[in-house]
């Protein structure tokens, strides 16, 4: 394990307002998700019903870019908070050659993780488990467009790793490591976040574990940049196969 673990900063380090500014930078983080979610849910809802033809439907491709505004909001929270309040070394989200292995080898076991969690849960859940491709939502709406799926994917794979795991294995991480928070209690909070963050309740079981494989990267390395290695690894083969198909 990463020395950097074994003697975390004094609690007095970064503090903003009482609370380590990486907890701060995942308050703000979280909620600015949340509130862009519902701002476009209300700006968008009822815009594209009542096409009575396909063809007539405008090309929705375009708003996969509008779609992954919340997205970004998780990611930015923190990048902000650590130049005024922290450190970007905190952080640590640019990945080294160990920080890549241990990524690899953590992503490649939240997919067997993963798999073997939705296989039990398949007779429970049925059909509602076919949401655990990252991209069935988006391709629905962009049909077999190429590019659209390309940037789909592109998006799964490398982006939203980089977002989600900065908010949660970065700023939150750091948060609760700085507070003394016991680092088996720090992996097991942070994968919680990260599967209600996907907001797919027959999934949260699944989601859960593969949030612990994924949070064992940060845990054995000691930085983010290999859990978002990891992360990316997770949601490589699905986007694939969907390219794959289409």
């Not at 996969?64 to 919340?70: D, E, I, N, R, S």
């Not at 976040?193 to 699944?206: D, I, K």
Request: glycine fraction near 12%; charged fraction near 10%.
């Amino acid at each position: 394990m990463d020395r950097a673990n074994e003697n975390p900063p004094a609690v007095s380090d970064g503090l903003v307002r009482g609370a380590h500014w990486g907890l701060v930078a995942f308050i703000a983080g979280f909620g600015a998700y949340h509130l862009m979610n519902l701002v476009l849910t209300a700006v968008l809802t009822g815009r594209f019903t009542g096409f009575d033809d396909a063809e007539e439907m405008p090309d929705l491709g375009p708003l996969l870019l509008l779609a992954f505004v919340p997205n970004l909001m998780l990611g930015l929270a923190p990048v902000l908070a650590a130049r005024r309040w922290g450190s970007f070394r905190e952080l640590g989200v640019l990945p080294r050659l160990r920080d890549i292995k241990v990524g690899l080898a953590c992503g490649g076991f939240a997919l067997l993780a993963g798999y073997l969690a939705n296989l039990m849960l398949l007779p429970v859940f049925g059909t509602d488990l076919e949401s655990g491709n990252p991209l069935a939502g988006l391709a629905q709406g962009v049909g077999d467009n190429p590019l659209w799926l390309a940037l789909a994917a592109l998006i799964v794979v490398l982006v939203a790793p980089l977002t989600e795991e900065v908010l949660l294995r970065g700023a939150l991480w750091a948060g609760l490591a700085a507070h003394r928070i016991p680092q088996w209690a720090v992996l097991a909070l942070t994968a919680a976040v990260f599967a209600q963050l996907h907001g797919e309740p027959s999934r949260t079981l699944a989601l859960f574990v593969q949030g612990l494989a994924i949070g064992a990267a940060r845990l054995i390395s000691g930085r983010t940049g290999s859990s978002v290695v990891a992360h990316a690894a997770n949601n490589l083969p699905p986007a694939l196969l969907l390219l794959g198909a289409s």
